[in-house]
């Protein structure tokens, strides 16, 4: 897309700093103020069902601070379609939620969708939270079944789970290339069948330079490696680092 994907700032991490000591601090809103007058557009979270980092009440303290600025930030909560979350995103209507599986035990999400899983019910809860304005995205692994599974879903959106292209840009030029073959045959597919792309996991600005030119990006979502930079520069430098990594 024209200047590059939209930067979706995914702040868990900020919570899981404040969670290990317990109190205020450090504040997840404060986060988002910085990351939004840093350039950012769009913020995620992931509230998980145990809280270990964001929480439900973090989720209406993020969704009130941008509520002044609806039309110029994107609120996207992600999550597995359990019954809390969906409840959530009713009451806070974000304008994307990203349907995200959940393996029991895991630290971080480890894979998309199956493309088998079964569509009555997940088209359901896509068509309900669409009706009350919500964009739905599927996070989905860069196969083509996996495509045309959310697709017939009647998601607007897909995530693509950019891990595996993390694991293998770091192994060679080459892997990243036959890796980023992948995503770019997904993304032609899903463009093809009417969705928007996003993508997310383990993206970094060193993996950035490639990834961006995935053709019709819409956004990334990029939590743990901004953080992470943030420790040493700076939560607004590394904000804008990564918007200028998202633009080429």
């Known amino acids: 897309m024209a200047g590059g994907p939209r930067l979706s700032v995914n702040v868990n991490k900020v919570a899981t700093l404040r969670n290990s000591r317990g109190g205020a601090l450090p504040s997840?809103?404060?986060a988002v103020r910085v990351c939004v007058n840093a350039g950012a557009r769009g913020i995620t979270v992931h509230p998980r069902a145990d809280e270990r980092h964001i929480k439900a009440i973090d989720v209406e303290a993020i969704a009130s601070f941008l509520a002044p600025q609806r039309q110029e930030i994107e609120f996207n909560i992600e999550g597995d379609p359990r019954p809390d979350l969906v409840?959530?995103?009713r009451r806070v209507r974000p304008h994307q939620c990203t349907l995200v599986p959940v393996r029991p035990g895991e630290i971080t999400s480890q894979a998309g969708w199956p493309p088998d899983t079964p569509v009555s019910e997940l088209g359901a809860l896509v068509a309900d939270l669409q009706a009350r304005g919500i964009r739905v995205s599927m996070f989905i692994d860069p196969a083509a079944a996996a495509v045309t599974w959310a697709a017939s879903l009647g998601a607007q959106r897909i995530e693509l789970y950019t891990e595996p292209f993390a694991h293998a840009f770091k192994e060679s030029e080459a892997a990243a290339d036959r890796s980023f073959r992948r995503?770019?045959?997904a993304a032609n597919l899903?463009?093809?069948l009417g969705l928007?792309?996003?993508?997310g996991h383990d993206l970094d600005l060193d993996n950035l330079v490639l990834f961006r030119m995935l053709p019709h990006l819409d956004e990334v979502s990029i939590g743990h490696a901004l953080i992470s930079r943030a420790l040493y520069?700076?939560?607004d430098r590394a904000v804008r680092d990564y918007l200028a990594a998202c633009s080429g």
Do not use: Q, R, S, W
């Not at 928007?196 to 993508?199: S, V």
């Open 28 to 30: 997840v809103v404060d």
């Open 87 to 89: 409840d959530m995103v």
């Open 183 to 185: 995503y770019i045959e």
């Open 190 to 192: 899903a463009h093809a």
């Open 196 to 199: 928007g792309i996003n993508a």
């Open 233 to 235: 520069v700076g939560l």
